[in-house]
């Protein structure tokens, strides 16, 4: 079991790194063409694949009929998401957007606790001093960038990241009955269809075949590695490990996106980012000590689903 927690842990860092680096990729693309073109595209490169990963490793795409009423839900809340966070990165800038999406482990504490779970003192106090950190990037001078204010995108981000902590908080019933890759596959066949409502019209208008090369590089990792696998990954170590531990982790990520934001994209970084970097990797440290006898969600849903 102690070796089970190392290899999420390990693979969770992973996660950690390939999500950091996501912002600055998805912020290049996002220069070539609207959000929610790159949106459906991105999800349906990765949806059919997943299924095919699915049908091939379980042996069924079959849902009990208990499930698919939740799986909608679980779908149209990353669906939902998915526009929040795509938006609002357009508006903002990568660094502050990933540090904003910090917010959602504070969110999942207080979703837990309304239903009855506390965490100690340490913990609430961890995640008090990263909101901290979040509040300091926070853009309330309301700066103009082509997509309008930093202020609607932050706020954007914002959103997105109480949506993210809901999905973390809705998923773990699912899986006790599906594996990590079968919840991926769905619900991103839902976020396919989410964002192709408002999607499938702009991307009509543009002109695919002529985008730079560089643009497919960002689109595949963005769909195979960022998307498919990372998701993947996220979920399995919710099972594992927890939700409230998993998305403690989502602390670090906006650490990497900073260092990639200003040694990438040189992106402006003053003393509030810094600060607010700080805060926030020393509440992650705190709280993930504090958390190790979380309990995990200990799925049940049979040996074709473990991975």
Not at 30 to 46: C, E, G, I, N
Not at 58 to 78: F, H, I, N, Y
Not at 81 to 87: A, I, P, T, Y
């Amino acid at each position: 079991m102690r070796n089970r927690v190392k290899t999420n842990d390990f693979l969770l860092l992973v996660v950690v790194l390939i999500w950091g680096s996501h912002f600055a990729v998805v912020k290049q693309a996002l220069a070539q063409v609207d959000p929610m073109s790159f949106a459906v595209v991105r999800f349906f490169m990765v949806t059919v694949p997943l299924f095919v990963l699915v049908r091939w490793h379980e042996g069924t795409l079959r849902l009990d009929r208990r499930d698919w009423w939740p799986m909608l839900l679980l779908g149209g809340v990353a669906g939902v998401n998915q526009v929040f966070w795509m938006h609002g990165l357009a508006r903002t800038t990568s660094g502050k957007s990933a540090l904003l999406l910090a917010a959602a482990p504070a969110f999942v504490v207080m979703m837990r606790a309304a239903t009855g779970e506390r965490a100690g003192w340490r913990v609430v106090v961890s995640l008090i001093l990263a909101m901290t950190g979040v509040a300091l990037i926070v853009d309330l001078g309301g700066a103009t960038v082509p997509g309008g204010s930093q202020l609607t995108g932050d706020l954007l981000t914002l959103g997105a990241a109480f949506t993210w902590a809901l999905y973390a908080h809705m998923g773990p019933r699912l899986l006790q009955r599906c594996s990590p890759t079968k919840i991926t596959a769905y619900v991103f066949a839902v976020i396919t269809l989410v964002t192709a409502i408002p999607g499938l019209g702009l991307a009509r208008d543009i002109a695919w075949a002529e985008l730079p090369w560089p643009f497919w590089l960002q689109l595949a990792y963005s769909s195979l590695l960022a998307g498919g696998l990372s998701w993947v990954l996220w979920y399995r170590g919710v099972a594992d490990l927890g939700p409230v531990k998993v998305m403690l982790y989502q602390y670090l990520v906006p650490v990497v996106a900073l260092l990639s934001s200003l040694l990438w994209l040189r992106e402006p970084f003053g003393w509030e980012e810094a600060m607010g970097a700080v805060l926030v990797l020393t509440g992650t440290l705190t709280a993930r000590l504090s958390l190790r006898g979380h309990a995990a969600v200990r799925p049940r849903y049979g040996a074709e689903g473990e991975s």
